[in-house]
């Protein structure tokens, strides 16, 4: 039984087939290499874009009579980003050879942690877009080296290999099968990306593969029992990993409604095609021959250091969000936005440090992001920074401009235009409280309009017409409470 209708996949999930609803369950692997500046058993460096071959050890390199010594600050990163997790720290663990041949792989094993995982069990709460909470079990953690580059496309009748990866830590965080949707997998890796960068332990960076996730997809009757899986190897965007999902599972319900089976398969994912295709038939654990590595002693953990990096932690997203609503008083969908990574999170605390902490959130989530969306520029790169916004809600709440014209001023402000003091100096977008003024150009709006007075008296709700009118004579400058003051006393209302 193939499946033989390649089609785009989309974002949405598949769970409605021809027979009946088919439920999603997902569970994923995720490798994230260690921010260390040298490699888990050897001093070579692991900088990203170096010429090949340049940052390579023996070691590395699998040369006979090399060993391997354990760099003791990724095993501290891997505790770190445990304890974030809120997960089992295993005092005792072992590293493992898994033998594999890759032209990539020099020593013809990789050393990774089979039995005996630095980190056991933890669990993490994720709130997938526009729906409720959800918490997805950590089966665990363990370190392992990555594999070098082959490139295939330098030479038409040559593959090249590139080992400045080779050996490279990496934690490889086990999901249970805890997902239900390819919204729920993809909140997961962002929730999981968002700790990491915060404990500082992984960059995060999916692009350069800094993070990316293996995709373990099945289809089931829903409370039925698990079908088979196929493990979609990999995936390094968010997006990828949605339309990784919804195809797969298409084709999944697609296969099993037309009578046939899945095989357990490793699958590749064609981020332009949109589809994933057979890698090769997976394999199962027993196929790898794991056995303890006999250069390395077992690692073994002391109460010492784990407490020592325990009260080294920094605040995790989720702490930051449960403080964000409780110190600023903030509604929780505000609080969650402003704390999904953390140059968002300083970012907010700047500007609402002795401010309105409401008005600072609605500014940030409303113009600040709709102007970086439409520009197409992320936080750190913003042309308002944190200060000038800042800046600007000052002007708001002296009352020196309405919240009207700091619209303006803060478009001219991204736009490069100076800091918010400057522009409405400029441009002369002070705001008139002189009452002598406004009042003037509300005694000129009635006698403009005598049959809208008449309407207004016996009407006061008819007010805003002449609101409207004094505010567009002013330029959107005068302050509109003195304007419905004078307006009210005029016409009697
Ligand atoms: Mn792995």
Redesign the pocket.
Known sequence: MTFTAPRVADESDFLQGETGPWELIIGL?V?AQVASKAKLFSGAPTEFGAEPNTQVSLVDAGLPGMLPVVNEFCVEQAVRTGLGLNAQINKFSRFDR?NYFYVDLPQGY?I?QFEFPVVGEGEIEITPEGGEPVTVGIERL?L?QDAGKSVHDLSPDETYVDLNRSGVA?M?IVSKPDMRSAAEASAYVDALRQIVRALGTCDGDMEKGNLRA?VNVSVRRPGGELGTRCEIKNVNSLRFIRQAIGYEARRHIEILEAGGTIDQETRLFDSVKGETRTMRSKEDAHDYRYFPDPDLLPLQLDDAFIERIKADLPELPAARQARFVSEYGLPAYDAGVLTADKAKGDYYEAVAKGRDAKIAANWMMGDLFGALNAAELELDDSPVSADQLGGLLDRISDKTISGKIAKQVFAKMFEGGGTADEIIEREGLKQVTDMGAIEKLVDEALAANPAQVEKAKANPKLLGFFVGQVMKASGGKANPQAVNKLLREKLGG
């Open positions: 692997e490798h898994k990789q990774s363990h392992e990496l490889e293996d």
